[in-house]
């Protein structure tokens, strides 16, 4: 009760000068004199500006408190030894062998200031070497993604995605031989964006598609091209709708399509593909409650060949 009564004074003082101003001053400016004023009387003299400050703290301490935002680093690394009874996960021969893996997930990010670009790289990989006389098997993930705020209500953004897998599969004819074979393959992809945000809560996302996938010994390489539309409605704090509408486009580069009877065609095998989604969420007001999804799906695939 003894600061209110102290204080009450000054937020008088301080109504006056925002309703009338000060005289040869701006408002602001005689705003910080009146609290200098009001601080001095109740603390005396002893009120040390920021210069004072910074040399009693010390340049150290206070250029931590200014380090701007960098970039952070999340690293987790796993390894150790397992034994199965079919590795290859073969439907009538198997192979049982112990087997020493490793991987690693790591993720690169900055968090940005205001105006400044977000930015992330993620990185995943997976090591498989068997004991027995299996080929060893990876898998290597890499995605990085750059968005940047345009205007007052958009984004731009880049990602880009790259796997790389080198695997051994099973591919047992009868109970006799056991056949198997790998597939080692890069796969890529480049996506920009623009998302914009509306007053309603409503976003809309629009994305274009471009990659494609070479194999080391295979006539399956191919390219795809296409895009995304992406529009999202949040209701309520628990509510959302989201639509999302996807047109692919693959074409390969050396196998030819085929008809009805598995005849090789002339020319090179293309694909389209239409994809559409409407998903609807509601999420639970408590951490105990339940969370609910209802989707509808469309697909639709066309080739140049038989049209399966």
Do not use: C
């Amino acid at each position: 009760m003894y600061l209110i009564h102290k204080l009450l004074p000054t937020i008088s003082a301080l109504i006056i000068l925002v309703v009338f101003g000060a005289h040869g001053q701006t408002v602001d400016e005689a705003l910080d004199e009146l609290i200098e004023e009001e601080l001095k009387g109740e603390l005396g003299e002893d009120i040390l500006s920021d210069g004072e400050l910074a040399e009693i703290l010390g340049e150290d301490f206070m250029a931590e408190l200014s380090t701007k935002p960098g970039w952070d680093v999340d690293l987790k690394v796993r390894t150790g030894l397992g034994h199965g009874d079919n590795v290859l996960y073969g439907a009538f021969e198997q192979v049982e062998s112990g087997y020493f893996f490793g991987a690693l997930d790591g993720l690169i990010y900055r968090l940005p200031e205001p105006g400044q670009a977000n930015a992330y790289i993620y990185f995943y990989g997976e090591h498989l070497s068997y004991f027995e006389d299996v080929d060893d098997g990876r898998l290597y993930i890499t995605q990085g993604q750059v968005t940047q705020g345009w205007k007052e209500n958009r984004n731009i953004g880049l990602m880009g995605t790259h796997i790389f897998y080198d695997q051994v599969f099973d591919a047992s004819a009868d109970l006799d031989t056991l056949d198997t074979f790998g597939v080692s393959a890069h796969q890529f992809e480049v996506s920009p964006h623009v998302e914009v945000y509306f007053n309603d809560g409503s976003v809309f996302k629009l994305e274009a598609v471009f990659g494609g996938t070479r194999y080391e010994d295979s006539y399956e390489d191919s390219n795809n091209s296409g895009g995304r539309l992406t529009f999202r409605r949040e209701f309520s704090e628990v509510s959302s709708l989201e639509a999302i509408y996807t047109n692919d486009h693959r074409n390969y580069r050396e196998k030819s399509p085929r008809d009805a009877d598995g005849y090789a065609m002339d020319g090179l095998l293309q694909f389209r593909i239409q994809q559409g989604a409407l998903n609807w969420r509601r999420n639970a007001s408590s951490p105990t409650g339940w969370n609910f999804l209802s989707s509808a799906k469309y697909l639709l695939q066309e080739d140049n060949g038989s049209g399966y």
